[in-house]
């Protein structure tokens, strides 16, 4: 396999998009555990097409561009989990093509192949959430545009050009799509200003360009009179932290020491070629300053799930492949990648289903399961207060309180004026059949906001039914 894909032909494009789907179907069928956070993405944009307005009536930290990409979706072709891991499985050939049109179009190796986007494809399957439409996902693929833009300024001979600017816009979308993408700013600049003559001048072009597609965002948002929402919901607030656990550490390197240790073989290989020139040394080592920020976003992303370093697969695909680019034997490097490529999938399926009875059960913490609410309240509009969403997969949700760590803020606080009309806003415009309050905070609500009180009955421990 590896072999047919040192040639560099259109049939090689195909080909790729062959071994997507031959993975994914492995993966879908039956169907890949459903995740919390996947739920949240589903239920975005269904709560956007009810009419609710995001960061005001809609309260989450997942980025505006994400949002109404996912209302766009639940718009036209439904908010099924399958559709959406079928529009993913299309960015990642898309982005898989990125990768490689930038590693040929920029000479970063000394020869053309599709190495690197068979690498890509083999590294987004090493855990079973990269197989979801994750807004770092979507983020990635402006995150790839961006390098390249950076990578096409080290290579200029005769200094920084104006088109700089581009860079600047590309990671600014991405930052509208993942929050943590904001880092890449960072790297960009030292990048520029490490590798290329860029000036003062230019350097603030970039930013400046950074910052445009924020400004737009938020002049939308201000002419809807929710510009406060969009700054404090949003823009000014980095995604609450969630403790590292054991089970995530242990989940991060199931999933990433094989990678990892191929492609600290292939820095080793690549940054020893004695065949390339100074832009493509450059070149390689901006790589690597770029594999130390993506691990900076997936820390800032505040849940450490495997997909949130999908920005480090980047870095991880290019040496993954420079180690068999740099392999000159016939059999061995033949070998090796497809003992890799098994392992990875594996390792990963075992991760998502049972192979006889036996799993290793990845990502337990945030998958989704039938709670005894599901089957009480089967069609009925339900909010439940706390972090458990569950409860929403068979049942429609009332509301917009999303996010518990934002929706805690009003219900904590009751004895806020602003709190008290939030809550009463939010609950007459969409009024829930049903309140499960796992967090016990309704019974204060209820006793600030009698007129809503009358409106429901409580029938079980903790449960509040319409009258």
């Not at 600049?189 to 924020?214: D, E, K, S, W």
């Not at 439940?384 to 760590?405: K, P």
Request: contains cysteine.
């Amino acid at each position: 396999m590896l072999t047919f894909f040192r040639i560099y032909s259109v049939f090689q494009i195909l080909s790729i998009l062959i071994i997507i789907l031959a993975t994914r179907m492995l993966f879908f069928t039956p169907q890949l555990p459903l995740l919390s956070t996947e739920l949240e993405w589903i239920l975005i944009g269904r709560k956007l097409n009810e009419g609710l307005f995001l960061y005001n009536e809609v309260l989450t930290q997942v980025g505006p561009l994400s949002s109404y990409f996912y209302q766009l979706i639940d718009a036209t072709v439904g908010h099924s989990q399958t559709t959406y891991e079928i529009i993913a499985t299309g960015v990642l050939y898309l982005q898989a093509l990125q990768l490689n049109f930038m590693i040929s179009k920029r000479n970063l190796f000394n020869e053309r192949n599709y190495i690197g986007a068979l690498l890509y494809v083999v590294l987004m399957s090493v855990s079973f959430d990269l197989m979801k439409l994750s807004p770092a996902l979507l983020a990635n693929t402006f995150v790839l545009l961006g390098v390249n833009s950076v990578l096409s300024q080290i290579e200029k001979r005769d200094g920084i050009g104006d088109d700089v600017f581009e860079t600047g816009i590309l990671f600014g979308l991405a930052t509208l799509f993942h929050h943590p993408a904001f880092v890449f700013i960072f790297w960009a600049i030292l990048t520029l200003f490490l590798y290329t003559g860029i000036n003062i001048r230019q350097a603030f072009m970039v930013i400046l360009a950074f910052l445009l597609p924020l400004f737009f965002m938020y002049i939308f948002f201000y002419f809807n009179d929710k510009g406060p929402d969009f700054t404090q919901v949003w823009l000014l607030n980095l995604n609450n932290f969630v403790k590292l656990t054991l089970l995530n550490i242990r989940d991060i390197l199931i999933v990433y020491t094989l990678p990892v240790i191929l492609s600290l073989l292939g820095v080793a290989r690549v940054l020893r070629g004695q065949r390339y020139n100074s832009f493509q040394n450059r070149s390689h080592q901006a790589l690597l300053i770029l594999g130390i920020f993506a691990l900076l976003a997936f820390l800032l992303s505040g849940k450490y799930l495997p997909s949130n370093l999908v920005y480090f697969i980047i870095p991880l695909a290019f040496y993954c492949a420079g180690f068999f680019v740099h392999s000159k034997k016939l059999f061995v490097p033949e070998f090796i990648f497809m003992l890799f490529f098994g392992s990875v999938i594996f390792i990963s399926y075992l991760g998502a289903k049972n192979i006889f009875g036996i799993s290793i059960h990845l990502l337990e913490d945030y998958r989704v399961r039938e709670t005894p609410h599901e089957i009480d309240y089967r069609n009925k509009r339900i909010f439940v207060t706390g972090r458990n969403i569950d409860v929403y997969r068979s049942n429609a949700m009332a509301t917009g309180y999303l996010s518990w760590n934002l929706a805690r803020k009003d219900f904590e606080n009751p004895d806020n004026y602003l709190s008290i009309s939030n809550i009463y806003n939010n609950f007459t415009k969409d009024m829930p059949e049903v309140i499960i309050d796992e967090e016990q905070v309704m019974p204060k609500v209820f006793s600030h906001i009698p007129a809503l009180a009358k409106k429901y009955k409580k029938t079980g421990k903790d449960i509040y039914e319409l009258k």
